[in-house]
T-cell receptor
Framework: AQSVTQPDIHITVSEGASLELRCNYS??????LFWYVQSPGQGLQLLLK??????LVQGIKGFEAEFKRSQSSFNLRKPSVHWSDAAEYFC????????????FGSGTRLSIRP | SQTIHQWPATLVQPVGSPLSLECTVE??????LYWYRQAAGRGLQLLFY??????ISSEVPQNLSASRPQDRQFILSSKKLLLSDSGFYLC?????????????FGPGTRLLVL
């Protein structure tokens, strides 16, 4: 069965510092992967997605993620965080199916230290 | 462009009362539609999905039901709410395609059952 693990429940980084949020997945075939961001009380916004091809994908708001098949990981990175990046971040993995269902990790809450 | 709407934005209901949450999508046809629940501080749990009018698949047994009376309308219902039904309910849609489409989310409905 497919699953997604986000090992960090809460991370605090200083404004201007670099960021890496971890995501590990379990899936028996080539997955397709997403990162979403959720501000308090809001819906989810797509940051980036990986389906195939180049394993380093660029997203919105200066985020990028790298797919590493050997490590079953899809970590999200940003070289310099801004206070507005404070939010909940969700990694998700999908499997090819007629319904395009995806499984979400439990999320990582990012706080920014001034 | 496509837009997804959910209403109401917030709802406070007594235990045992009925529930109806509505989701509509504009700007596309034949979408796949999804209902998720997000409990406080938790990830997203897929409740129902639909690949067409009148076609509903349930992911977990529960006190809720879903219906799709029109192509771009998805309704989440309950006859008698439980305290455990409290949470943040999110609707999402995808294009109907190759089975690995991106899900796009609505703004959500916060439900508090007292």
């Amino acid at each position: 069965a497919q699953s997604v693990t986000q090992p960090d429940i809460h991370i605090t980084v200083s404004e201007g510092a670099s960021l890496e949020l971890r995501c590990n997945y379990s899936y028996g075939a080539t997955p397709y992967l997403f990162w979403y961001v959720q501000s308090p009380g809001q819906g989810l916004q797509l940051l980036l997605k990986y389906f195939s091809g180049d394993t380093l994908v660029q997203g919105i708001k200066g985020f990028e993620a790298e797919f590493k098949r050997s490590q079953s990981s899809f970590n999200l990175r940003k070289p310099s965080v801004h206070w507005s990046d404070a939010a909940e971040y969700f990694c998700a993995v999908g499997r090819y199916s007629s319904a395009s269902k995806i499984i979400f990790g439990s999320g990582t809450r990012l706080s920014i230290r001034p | 462009s496509q837009t997804i709407h959910q209403w109401p934005a917030t709802l406070v209901q007594p235990v045992g009362s009925p529930l109806s949450l509505e989701c509509t999508v504009e700007g596309t046809s034949n979408p796949n539609l999804y209902w998720y629940r997000q409990a406080a501080g938790r990830g997203l749990q897929l409740l129902f999905y639909s690949v067409g009018i009148g076609q509903i698949s349930s992911e977990v047994p529960q006190n809720l039901s879903a219906s799709r009376p029109q192509d771009r309308q998805f309704i989440l219902s309950s006859k008698k709410l439980l305290l455990s039904d409290s949470g943040f309910y999110l609707c999402a849609w995808t294009l109907r395609g190759q089975g690995k489409e991106t899900q796009y989310f609505g703004p959500g409905t916060r439900l508090l059952v007292l």
